[in-house]
């Protein structure tokens, strides 16, 4: 006789000691072992003994949902015809046919339909259901089955999101495609006006987000405040955030964002699209977003390939955001988070040169009285400074801050610090550069700023 046969043998004759035991101080009977465990002929004989197929542990968990875990259909089954209750939830208000959605077991999810469980029911802690649990894991085939049963595929959580928008998130086309055929509005949107669009973008799904465009997403659809294509570029160039611990998404797939680019454009996105919000996005930022043109948002992270597909796509290179800032203010620097917006000084003093050989001009002063000159010292960009100096951009203006590009290479107070370049200060010195406040004496101690100032 086999080692394996000798083992088989004690188990069984264990059985009837063990039917009613608890095993430890959590009070998990031997049908929660078995169910966990997915031992049928245990699961039997336990339920043979009288043990009641809805007996809780002292946390609350039922031998139902602890088959259901560990993906025993079978179990599952015998358990609901022996009275397992498909509706008895746990203290956190999670079904058992929210477990099944999750875990992904379609025999089960169908064996807790077919006894009467319920697919509307919503967990307590944030207000999800099964069909919900069932996208946010990529379980496509678990959505037919639910929406057959009931569960509305554009049913919303606490915090406003609907399955589709779980599918999304993750990038999965196959459960996104199955609730668009179940039903989903591909238009709806987050609270915030958010649409599947911009979330797939946001997270670099960009396949899923092409994809998105051909089952009829509407590539201006602007609600939340600005277009896909304005999302392509902070999502393809963000801050780097260094103080936020915010890292970029990892893009998924193999469309690029170039390519994306040219779907939206394919697809009727308008190139041109202003900005009419900002976002709250965790990212530091000090330009005035409103108004802004995907272009201008790619000038100012001086994105040049962007730049320039942009262009050939139609964008119009000298609209600028509701403060007159223009591309080039706001490539060389202008609106800048020192060293944490994106891009190097060399890409800026190249997107400088793009925008001149557009026609664009140095001399351009903005809103805030902010020059490209105020804009590459910020940057701490020494060859583009002299560069706008020799084409002149003016040197000395003032501007609502009190400061001058000089006052800025001094030392200003920006981002909860004090920030100086001093290697750039006695390069505008030797040019006559001026500031209204002596070396060390920073302006932020001395007079009232707007709030802006303070950045």
Not at 12 to 20: F, I, T
Not at 147 to 169: C, H
Not at 211 to 240: C, F, I, M, S, Y
Not at 389 to 416: K, R, S
């Amino acid at each position: 006789m086999g080692r394996s046969a000798i083992v088989a043998i004690l188990s069984l004759l264990a059985l009837p000691l063990l039917a009613h035991a608890q095993s430890d101080g959590d009070g998990d009977s031997a049908l929660h072992h078995a169910a966990h465990e997915g031992n049928l002929a245990a699961v039997e004989h336990a339920l043979g003994q009288g043990t009641d197929p809805n007996l809780l542990t002292s946390r609350g968990v039922t031998p139902l949902t602890l088959a259901i875990h560990g993906g025993h259909a079978a179990i599952v089954a015998r358990l609901l015809d022996a009275g397992a209750n498909p509706n008895l939830a746990s203290p956190a208000g999670e079904t058992p046919l929210m477990v099944a959605a999750r875990t992904g077991v379609v025999a089960s999810v169908e064996s807790l339909l077919t006894h009467g469980a319920d697919p509307a029911a919503r967990e307590d802690l944030r207000g999800q259901t099964a069909l919900m649990w069932a996208a946010a894991e990529r379980h496509a085939d678990v959505v037919g089955p639910l929406v057959a049963a009931g569960a509305d595929v554009d049913e919303r959580s606490d915090a406003g999101f609907n399955p589709l928008m779980f599918a999304t998130r993750l990038g999965h086309i196959e459960t996104v495609d199955a609730l668009l055929d179940a039903g989903a509005n591909i238009h709806q949107t987050l609270p915030d006006g958010t649409g599947a669009l911009v979330v797939a973008i946001i997270n670099a799904h960009y396949d899923l987000a092409t994809h998105l465009l051909d089952r009829g997403a509407n590539p201006n659809a602007a609600e939340q405040g600005w277009t896909a294509l304005h999302q392509v570029v902070w999502t393809k160039r963000p801050n780097t955030n260094k103080n936020q611990h915010n890292p970029s998404p990892r893009q998924s797939g193999w469309v690029t964002d170039l390519e994306l680019v040219r779907a939206l454009v394919e697809h009727g996105a308008d190139v041109n699209a202003r900005q009419t919000k900002e976002p709250r996005d965790g990212y530091r930022n000090y330009l005035n977003r409103i108004g802004a043109t995907p272009f201008l948002l790619a000038a100012k992270v001086v994105d040049l390939e962007m730049m320039r597909l942009l262009l050939a796509l139609g964008a119009d290179p000298f609209l600028t955001n509701e403060d007159g800032t223009t591309a080039l203010l706001v490539a060389a620097g202008v609106g800048v988070w020192p060293n944490e917006s994106a891009g190097s000084k060399e890409e800026a003093l190249e997107a400088v040169k793009l925008m001149m050989d557009l026609g664009d001009v140095v001399t351009t002063i903005d809103a805030h009285g902010d020059t490209a000159v105020h804009g590459a010292v910020l940057r701490d960009a020494k060859e583009l400074t002299e560069f706008l100096l020799d084409e002149g951009a003016e040197l000395n203006h003032v501007n609502e801050c009190g400061w001058t590009p000089l006052t800025i290479a001094q030392g200003i107070f920006y981002g909860n610090l004090g920030r100086q370049y001093p290697e750039l200060a006695p390069v505008l010195r030797e040019r006559g550069a001026t500031s209204p406040f002596p070396a060390g004496a920073p302006g932020y101690l001395q007079m009232d700023y707007p709030a802006r100032c303070f950045r």
